[in-house]
């Protein structure tokens, strides 16, 4: 269909009659794009963000390799959009707007501004996500961006809207209220960069970064025009996301948001079941507003509209975080922040077996975790029996592969060890003399000889199994090894930062 | 304050007519007496009546001072009121001042003693000055001292009253003067207008004014036209809900599918790691001198993230690159261009082609079993004798030396006197010739390895008459001629010749001298059959059991038919320049070793493209070498090494050859940038002799 009315401005460049065909007639450079849809660059910029369409690549530039192509298919999507129509008339209204004032037609500019041409993005969020799912799978950048915009100051000069600064907020309430509500929260790493948080919505796992919950510096090389275009569909995304989301717990959309209530409605289900926790002054109040209840606690803080105050007796934990405390009640246990959260300090995103490193930290905490669960586990360098076996501590999960590998390469020693001795004692028993057995060690010598020869022609091998790949397969082993050495370096370094941390430490 | 005296001094001025002001000055110029009258009269009665005071100012003007006397200002202003009431509007007349210089600068007067004139032309004397102390106590003393000013004009001192002082406020404030001006009075119309005549104006009414207004009309329409069409609302339009259950069911999902490409998710944004909490183990932290370091990198390569340590979460600060980092996943998200890429996660061992074990493709040459020296120069080429049993090798020192394999005893030594390029066994058993080319020529020389019978037939063979000079007079391309000091026969050509090869049956050889040329041995003629070659040869070589003869130029081999004489296929290579060539014995299959390091092997009935190209050596392949039973064959180069590969050739012809790298040969040393210069393979066992560039010949066994 579109080979037919598409390529009009492709026929000025081509020659009449001649049809552009492939790559040449598929892609389009962007340039080319927006003459073609006759917006300005700032428009189309904005189109491609609420449509979401992107640039692709194509197998050949035709126009050159420093030029960004658009399908053309994507560009007749965007020509076809409504939303075009509605940019270009909200540019005219704004030009008679311009033009009353300029005339000192107040009358006409203030009627004109009450029917101010405006649109909405629910159609555009049902193109882009015809199911929840699809908006949920998406839903990432869009909770970073909405936490990130509530934490900014307004900023009339950057256009930065208090309401739209309000209503990133309040989203981001509801959807912590949810999130806490349902008690779908799965993991919390506190970081340099903010708090991540990774819940789990109908099977989806959604991962969002809130900044601390301090004053955001505005710095000046970034485009908020950019910015706002994203945050106002991530607004109208997030508004439609929550309000089903409260629709499938039966709860009214705008929900009453009272902190006070949630604690008294929390359910006592999960990991701070049965704690009531005091959050002190300094601690980041409402990261761990939402993180307590989300796990099934009871919250209260220092200051207005709390709960209960820090005098409650049934207070099991408070959480501080100065070096001082005043007064200390002894029925109550005081906590960091930090052990709210997780493991402290380890990032739960990482999989340490993968990585093929494993900090300290991790497993300190995964012997006091198991502590906790009355598992009596060796402390390393104690051996026990039965204990030993790789393959059982890894079947429960105890210690991880590398761990595993390690400890069989030693036993296999140990056994060896023990055979060689096991041996010698056979043979004294046999009576076989010393220069007999000297004769035999000689052949065994002569064969660890030829061990030691296949393996050099092991490493050979290895150079001429190179030889017969074709390149292609030849190159991508060649970049596969250089990734697996990088990785190599990189766990090197850290063992060796860590040996040097601990001998400046002793030493 | 200033503004304040200025403006006293302007009211004072305005005022100047005024008899009260005129009155007060007079007074506070005759002020050495008007003082002791003032003290006097405040000394003598303190009953005395305002409004004798009053009397007594005004009958006699210029006596009994009101500004310095002790009685309450209140009287004094009330007093004054009543006076400038009284005599503001009929007073019009000029008082002159004390002085009488007009308006000239003061400062004529600055050095004189007195101040000007008075009305009588009389001098008058400057005032004695009081000395600071002097005025300041008396500024103590009297508690009205702020409001007296010094008039320069009239050297002397003026005490503005306190309804004066007023006036300068409401002045200052921007108000009228007088409290008791109303600015805004209602205007009334003191003329009288009833019964006064005529109208102002006494043009008739106009129609318009009561015709209804066309124009007015007309713009009522277009409002009224407005309003039906819906163009002027005046009911704000309904608030819709903003949000709403979009996703109401999923069964309608297949109508929203979204239209036009697949769509791509962008690829989600990398999860942190250990490193990113505020308080890392120690190992995450990288030292002072790797971060110092990082300043070192390129801009890409550095890290974009420095991980910290903090003692608490309360001493953590905001991170200053938020923004940014979102701004930059903006970006990438309408920006980069996206596409599917299959991500391969395997191991990359896996890549590897399965090959079979090299123990069961045994036996193949492994290691250097014996040496050959005697040579003193880089051993260029070496040939088998078809028996096994004889080496022959030519070197740069221009000797030809023949060896005995299983002893490596050099039995004959030949100087030819120029290098050696190529040397060659006649594959006849019962013909131990060799096949030398050294320069311009080509010798044919008997090694005397036969019996006495075959010597005989040698001598016979390599027997050649004098040339007799041909009938047409042109030179020929060569010259068979009878060398007498070895008893051989010697083939002049024109060039420099680079390879000798023989045909199979033994009769016939090739020499390449750029151009082409077959010789018969038995019949001691020439043939030059391919006039017209495309490319510069390289080498050629006869089929090992058919009539067909390859022809290697610099890119491609030619494959002709010797019998039809014509070109039966031409190989394209692909490779920069050839360097040798090799027949496997099946004859169906070639390899090709190129200057560049690459190695390619072809199967004619499969393609005129190379089956397999095995890019091995980092230098120039020197030669390469089939195995004439078993499947292996090998390549030398000038990096000092010799590879060998098992090539199995099947005879289904749905079975490709096989190859796998076996072995690479090691131990010759380079001299002169050049390491291994030839290689060839025993006829009947699997080993492989090297002639190195360090004068060494080498045998690999297995």
């Not at chain 1, 220069?435 to 064969?447: A, G, I, R």
Request: proline content about 6%; hydrophobic content about 35%.
């Amino acid at each position: 269909m579109w080979a037919g009315n598409g390529p009009n401005i492709m026929r000025q460049d081509a020659g009449r009659g001649k049809k552009k065909e492939g790559n040449a007639a598929k892609y389009i450079t962007r340039t080319k794009a927006v003459h073609y849809l006759q917006v300005s660059l700032s428009t189309f910029r904005k189109l491609c963000i609420l449509k979401g369409i992107f640039p692709r690549e194509p197998k050949k530039k035709v126009e050159g390799n420093h030029k960004t192509y658009y399908h053309m298919k994507d560009i007749l999507f965007l020509a076809h959009e409504p939303l075009l129509e509605k940019f270009r008339d909200i540019r005219a209204h704004k030009k008679k707007v311009k033009k009353a004032l300029a005339r000192k037609n107040r009358d006409l500019a203030d009627r004109l501004l009450n029917r101010e041409p405006t649109y909405k993005l629910d159609r555009l969020i049902l193109e882009r996500y015809p199911t929840f799912v699809d908006a949920l799978r998406d839903l990432d950048d869009c909770l970073t961006m909405v936490h990130l915009f509530a934490a900014l100051p307004a900023v009339e000069g950057e256009r930065i809207q208090v309401e739209r600064i309000h209503n990133c907020r309040r989203l981001s309430h509801e959807w912590q209220a949810y999130i806490s509500r349902t008690h779908s929260l799965r993991k919390t790493f506190i970081s340099v960069k903010g708090i991540y948080y990774q819940a789990e919505v109908e099977g989806q796992k959604i991962t969002w970064l809130t900044p601390h919950a301090l004053q955001q510096v505005l710095t000046d090389d970034v485009d908020f025009n950019v910015m706002l275009t994203f945050s106002e569909f991530y607004v109208a995304l997030l508004g439609f996301v929550n309000f089903k989301l409260y629709h499938s717990i039966n709860v009214k959309y705008p929900p009453i948001l009272d902190p006070r209530l949630e604690a008294l409605a929390a359910e006592c289900r999960n990991l701070f079941r049965n704690f009531k926790i005091f959050l002190s002054r300094e601690v980041p109040r409402e990261s761990l507003l939402f993180v307590i209840p989300a796990f099934g606690g009871v919250v209260s803080w220092e200051g207005d509209g709390s709960p209960f105050k820090e005098s409650d007796e049934d207070i099991t934990h408070q959480i501080v975080d100065r070096p001082t405390q005043g007064h200390v009640f002894l029925s109550r246990e005081y906590v960091q922040p930090q052990w709210v959260v997780p493991p402290p300090h380890l990032s739960p995103f990482v999989d340490n077996e993968a990585e093929g490193y494993i900090p300290e930290y991790a497993e300190t905490i995964k012997r006091l975790q198991s502590a906790a669960k009355k598992q009596v586990l060796p402390m390393p360098g104690v051996e026990s029996q039965g204990l030993d076996d790789p393959q059982t501590l890894l079947v429960e999960g105890i210690i991880d592969r590398t761990e595993a590998n390690e400890a069989a390469e030693k036993k296999r020693k140990l056994t060896m060890l023990e055979k060689q001795y096991h041996d010698e004692l056979n043979m004294e028993l046999q009576g076989i003399t010393y220069s007999t057995s000297l004769s035999n060690k000689n052949l065994q010598s002569s064969v660890e000889n030829v061990k030691e020869d296949t393996m050099t022609t092991l490493e050979e091998s290895e150079d001429l199994s190179k030889v017969s790949m074709s390149r292609k397969k030849r190159k991508l082993y060649e970049a596969m090894k250089i990734g697996q050495e990088r990785k190599k370096d990189k766990i090197k370094l850290l063992k060796e930062r860590k040996k040097n941390a601990e001998a400046s430490k002793t030493g | 304050m200033v503004a304040a005296a200025a403006a006293a001094a302007a009211m004072r001025k305005s005022r100047r007519s005024s008899k009260n002001s005129d009155r007060l000055e007079q007074e506070i110029a005759e002020n050495p007496a008007a003082n002791e009258d003032v003290e006097e009269a405040s000394g003598g009665g303190e009953e005395s009546q305002p409004s004798d005071a009053a009397s007594l100012s005004e009958d006699e003007g210029s006596q009994g001072s009101p500004v310095d006397s002790e009685e309450e200002n209140g009287e004094v202003s009330d007093d004054e009121d009543h006076r400038s009431g009284e005599e503001s509007d009929s007073s019009e007349e000029e008082v002159p001042s004390r002085n009488t210089i007009g308006d000239v600068p003061l400062e004529w007067y600055k050095d004189e003693e007195h101040i000007g004139y008075d009305v009588a032309g009389k001098k008058i004397k400057k005032q004695a000055r009081k000395d600071r102390i002097e005025s300041f106590l008396a500024g103590v003393d009297d508690a009205k001292n702020w409001r007296k000013i010094y008039d320069e004009y009239n050297d002397e001192e003026v005490e503005l009253t306190k309804e004066e002082v007023k006036i300068i406020g409401r002045m200052l404030k921007g108000k009228t003067p007088h409290a008791g001006v109303d600015p805004y009075a209602p205007y009334v119309d003191w003329f009288v207008w009833d019964d006064k005549g005529h109208p102002l104006s006494n043009a008739p009414e106009p129609k318009r004014r009561f015709v209804p207004s066309k124009w007015e009309q007309k713009k009522v329409v277009q409002y009224v036209r407005a309003i039906r069409k819906g163009l002027i609302k005046f009911d704000k339009p309904k608030e819709e809900p903003r949000v709403y259950l979009l996703w109401g069911d999923d069964s309608s999902a297949a109508e929203n599918k979204r239209h036009g490409l697949s769509y791509i998710p962008a690829p989600k944004p990398k999860l942190a790691g250990h490193e990113e909490s505020y308080n890392p183990s120690v190992e995450y932290i990288p030292t002072q001198e790797e971060i110092n370091s990082y300043q070192l990198m390129y801009e890409e390569d550095r890290p974009k993230f420095i991980p910290r340590r903090f003692e608490s979460l309360r001493s953590v600060p905001a991170y200053e690159k938020a923004l940014k980092e979102n701004f930059d996943r903006c970006l990438d998200l309408y920006l980069c261009p996206r596409t599917r890429k299959k991500r391969i996660n395997i191991d990359p061992e896996s890549l590897k082609p399965k090959l079979p074990s090299r123990k069961d493709l045994r036996p193949y040459p492994r290691t250097c079993y014996l040496e050959y020296r005697g040579h003193t120069g880089p051993v260029k080429t070496i040939s088998i004798d078809v028996s096994g049993q004889w080496m022959a090798s030519g070197s740069s020192d221009g000797t030809v030396r023949v060896w005995e394999i299983e002893t490596s005893r050099c039995l004959r030594v030949w100087n030819v006197g120029e290098a050696i390029k190529h040397i060659s066994w006649n594959p006849l058993p019962e013909l131990p010739v060799l096949a030398i080319s050294a320069g311009h020529d080509v010798l044919i020389l008997d090694t005397g390895l036969g019996n006495a019978e075959e010597q005989a037939r040698i001598k016979e063979l390599l027997h050649v008459e004098e040339s007799k000079p041909e009938e047409d007079g042109s030179t020929p391309v060569v010259s068979w001629v009878q060398d007498d000091k070895y008893d051989c026969i010697r083939l002049k050509h024109l060039k420099a010749v680079t390879t000798v090869e023989w045909h199979r049956k033994g009769d016939y050889f090739t020499t390449v001298v750029p151009t082409i040329l077959i010789h018969q041995l038995s019949k001691k003629h020439t043939q030059n059959p391919f006039k017209k070659l495309h490319g510069l040869p390289v080498s050629a070589v006869f089929h090992p059991t058919r009539s067909i003869f390859f022809i290697s130029t610099k890119k491609n081999i030619r494959v002709y038919d010797l019998l039809k004489q014509k070109l039966v296929k031409k190989l394209e290579t692909g490779v920069r320049e050839i360097s040798s060539i090799a027949i496997h014995p099946g004859g169906d299959n070639v390899i090709v070793g190129s200057k560049d390091g690459k190695m390619c092997w072809f199967d004619m009935d499969l393609s005129s493209k190379s089956y397999k190209t095995l890019k091995t050596h980092p230098k120039d392949i020197t030669n390469v070498a089939f195995h004439r039973s078993y499947p292996l064959f090998a390549s030398c180069s000038d990096d000092c090494t010799a590879y060998v590969f098992h090539g199995m050739v099947y005879s289904d012809l749905n079975q490709n050859p096989l190859i796998v790298p076996l072995e690479i040969l090691r131990g010759h040393t380079s001299s002169d940038g050049r390491g291994v210069l030839d290689c060839k393979f025993h006829p009947r066992q699997p080993w492989l002799f090297t002639a190195g560039a360090d004068s060494i010949i080498k045998l690999y066994c297995h």
